[in-house]
């Protein structure tokens, strides 16, 4: 095949090349030529409109104002950006703290929390005083600017540069308004920009008087007030209504100053700018000269304010409760509350005085400084709290947001667990054994072991084993073979149950969790432990039982609806039996109450950082702990102890003159024999016995004190109480066991005693 000739194809090309640079040349050319002569057309026509002189000088002029004034509006718009931004959140115009304040059960006030703050008074009750005194000072061309007063600014500017004393701010009630409701007390332009756009804003949105009744009813007025409703109540004890031409002066010399002229902080600062205000009346008209006359000669003196006698701890815990409503949206967009709360200032003043006495009679030779206690109804209602061993030198509430490991008094979720299992009851015979999961292996007080007896006996004595044993039998039960994945099951179980009893408490998987390894709060123990108290029933702690708005309506009320069944009403009784044991048989025999059933259980901890009981009759539920904040150890001091001691000293007295109510469970005259029963999934885990299959001698000698406890019982209950002090005698000294590998942040974790008999 013949190629084609290389010449002529570049011959070809180059031509085509020339013909397009020819062909844009002459476009450009003629594009040039057609622009220049419609340019001349053009200046040909506009020539008619050519001015000279001043007509010139005009034009000129208004065409620059056009294009900055342009130029100015954008820049208006980005600036202002920000300052609506602000306004475009629905709500705006409602206040954004809470002020509450608080009642007991039976309706008397006992304290407030938030913001001092009550709009309920309307603007045609305000004192004309008072509304003269504000406008005088603050705004006099109130009703006639737009928000801003360039004349009220000029005339703050001369005066303060007169040097003649005092300052005068420039900044409209508008502008104060805009910065209370959207912005902060930070001074920078930004700030300054956003209020002057605000302040535009809320005279279009709102009427004069509505803007001025906000600004009554949201300035800042010192200790802890807002408004001048509250301030007046604060600050001289009486209704706004009811304040003289003196108080009048001192309330509004407060609105631009309120630290600086506080009464209760400078009295002398707070009537000379009442001086100042008297005057400024006088200034604007608003008074005579001779009307101030009484005034000045009479300052106003304000109440003295001594602390309030409240329950300090509670009313926190309260006020953070109301919060949560509020957040939830249950409480619409009030603000102003009053809240009817579950309080007894009766047994709050109990637990006070007993914390206070067990301390100083007992914090030294213990070696304790802090405690924390929870009083509630069954239905988890709380009557009392303390927080710490002394609010003025620490806020922090220790019974609701301090995780303590709860040692043996965590024992009864791991029982109630069991129970609802199936696969145990409170007669159900167990095995106190060495048992090991994984390398760790914990042990009982004294390092000994009990062998065989009744799972009841094992809550009374809080045997370390048998916890363990119940969470590996129930990771069994679920068909689970392996002994470590099923101990991870039964933990489950356990968490589950006691996340259900109302436990909020994080509770992280751990081996030694059923011995009371996992954190936990005092509020938590005192909810968990209402559901045994109740028949089983959730009964998560609170606080508020009805909320008012500012004008007296009912906004909120807690429902007396049932609460879910947690735990069956069977579970409940056995776990009342076994746990009433321990009170009158065990290691809280000093949490006894005469005439009363009590129940609960004890804990302390490894080194004897804490120490807990934990009881309830059915009228009261109690928690209380005792230990260190830097979680240094005691001088041994155990649940049984001062924690026991405690609880009876707040709890027998609240007990007196009111109907006795029985625990469920507890009348019953059928009692549980010790009967072997074979539990599966068990017996690996905790039935050990000779090769011959014989008991061994311990547990021989056990097993013949329960008979003789079981012969006694039906004899009388002073038999019973000495041949069951016999049954749960143990030694007095504390193993001193290695730490194992892996486990080293977890003190309860060497596998040591929890608890002294």
């Known amino acids: 095949m013949r190629l084609p000739n290389l010449t002529a194809i570049k011959t070809r090309i180059g031509r085509a090349a020339l013909g397009f640079d020819a ?18 057309r053009f200046r040909e026509r506009m020539a008619v409109f050519a001015f000279r002189g001043w007509k010139r000088f005009v034009l000129d002029l208004t065409s620059e104002a056009a294009t900055i004034g342009t130029a100015g509006a954008l820049l208006v718009l980005f600036l202002a950006q920000s300052a609506f931004n602000l306004t475009s959140e629905q709500g705006w115009l409602k206040e954004q703290d809470l002020a509450v304040t608080f009642l007991d059960r039976y309706g008397n006030e006992v304290g407030r929390r938030g913001i001092k703050h009550d709009d309920s008074l309307k603007l045609d009750d305000f004192p004309e005083l008072m509304i003269k005194a504000l406008l005088s000072t603050e705004d006099r061309r109130f009703y006639e600017h737009w928000g801003i007063d360039p ?11 007169s040097g003649k004393g005092g300052t005068q701010g420039g900044s409209t009630l508008t502008q104060q308004l805009a910065k209370n409701l959207f912005l902060s007390n930070e001074r920078s332009i ?28 949201r300035a800042y007025m010192g200790g802890g007030t807002f408004g001048a409703v509250a301030a007046a109540d604060y600050y001289f004890g009486k209704r706004l209504q009811d304040v003289t031409l003196a108080e009048a002066a001192m309330l509004a010399g407060l609105f631009k100053a309120p630290t600086k002229y506080s009464p209760n902080v400078n009295l002398p600062a707070a009537r000379g700018r009442a001086v100042d205000v008297l005057h400024n009346m006088v200034e604007a008209g608003f008074v005579t000269e ?8 009479n300052p106003a003196t304000p109440v003295v304010r001594a602390k309030d006698v409240t329950a300090d701890y509670y009313l926190d815990w309260a006020f953070t409760e109301v919060k949560r409503l509020a957040d939830a949206g249950k409480l619409r967009n009030d603000r102003v509350l009053t809240v009817k709360t579950a309080l007894d200032i009766r047994i709050q003043k109990s637990a006070d005085q007993a914390v206070e006495n067990v301390l100083r009679r007992f914090g030294d030779s213990y070696n304790v400084d802090e405690a924390g206690v929870v009083i509630a109804d069954p239905d988890g209602g709380v009557r009392a709290m303390v927080g710490g061993a002394d609010y003025g030198e620490s806020q922090f509430n220790r019974a609701v947001d301090a995780l303590r490991q709860p040692g043996s008094s965590f024992k009864p979720y791991v029982y109630a667990a069991a129970l609802s299992s199936g696969l145990f009851k409170p007669d159900t015979v167990v095995t106190d054994s060495p048992v090991c999961v994984g390398n760790w292996c914990p042990q009982n007080y004294g390092r000994s072991y009990s062998g065989r007896q009744p799972m009841w006996l094992a809550v009374a004595k809080s045997v370390n084993t048998i916890p363990i044993k119940i969470s590996i039998a129930l990771g069994k039960g679920l068909g689970i073979t392996n002994e470590w994945k099923a101990a991870k099951a039964g933990r489950d179980k356990i968490t589950e149950t006691a996340k259900a009893m109302g436990v909020l408490s994080p509770l992280p998987d751990t081996v030694s969790m059923p011995i009371g390894a996992d954190d936990i709060t005092v509020l938590d123990q005192a909810s968990g432990f209402a559901v045994f108290a109740n028949g089983g029933r959730y009964a998560r702690a609170f606080a508020a039982t009805e909320i008012r708005n500012s004008s007296g309506e009912v906004i909120y009320r807690r429902s007396d609806e049932p609460a879910p069944q947690v735990l069956s009403t069977k579970v409940a009784a056995d776990m009342n039996f076994m746990l009433n044991k321990v009170v009158e048989e065990g290691t809280a025999r000093k949490a006894q109450i005469e005439g009363w059933k009590v129940a609960g259980k004890t804990g302390t901890t490894n080194n004897y950082r804490d120490a807990w009981f934990v009881g309830y009759t059915g009228a ?39 109907e006795i109510k029985p625990l469920p469970g507890l009348n019953d005259k059928a009692k549980p024999a010790p009967v072997a029963q074979a539990v599966p999934g068990l017996a690996p885990v905790n039935m050990t ?29 002073a038999a019973a109480k000495s041949d069951s002090a016999k049954v749960l005698k143990s030694g007095a000294v504390r193993p001193d066991q290695a730490r194992p590998p892996g486990l080293a942040p977890i003190d309860v974790a060497q596998g040591g005693r929890f608890e002294t008999p």
């Open 190 to 217: 930004e700030r300054k920009i956003n209020e002057a756009f605000l302040a535009f804003w809320l005279e279009n949105h709102l009427s004069k008087n509505e803007i001025l009744k906000l600004y009554l009813d």
């Open 290 to 297: 001779g009307q101030i006359q009484t005034a000045l000669r």
């Open 689 to 717: 016995a000779s090769a011959a299959g014989k008991l061994s001698k311990r547990s021989f000698e056990v097993m013949s004190s329960i008979n003789g406890l079981f012969r006694s019982i039906e004899s009388g209950p």
């Open 23 to 40: 062909w844009v040349n002459a476009s450009m050319f003629e594009g040039g030529r057609s622009s220049g002569e419609a340019y001349e």
């Open 620 to 658: 009261l539920v109690g928690a209380v702990w005792y230990g260190n904040d830097d979680h240094g150890t005691t001088n041994k001091m155990t649940g049984g102890s001062l924690p026991a001691m405690t609880w009876h000293e707040i709890m027998e007295p609240a007990h007196q003159g009111i």
């Open 151 to 161: 004349i009220g600014t000029a005339r703050a500017l001369v005066s303060n540069s």
